[in-house]
């Protein structure tokens, strides 16, 4: 089920064995509003499964989103 080289988990891999979109995913690592516990709950569960930790390259490649070259 692990999809990259280092067969690390990926958040797609967690959205996957929770049955949940990324963007769910993304809510409840960063805890965000409008997650229903039960769902949190699953999410909480596939992380764990999965052993699942977060790409800091990631999340700061993501920080950057919309802002325009200069």
Known sequence: MLTNAENKA???DVAKLAGVSIKTVS?????????SAATQARVD???STLR???SEAARLLAGH??????
Not at 27 to 35: L, W
Not at 65 to 70: I, P
């Open 10 to 12: 990926t958040v797609f």
């Open 27 to 35: 809510r409840v690592v960063n805890r965000q509003p409008h997650v």
């Open 45 to 47: 569960d596939a992380i």
């Open 52 to 54: 699942y930790i977060p």
């Open 65 to 70: 989103r919309g802002l325009k070259s200069q």
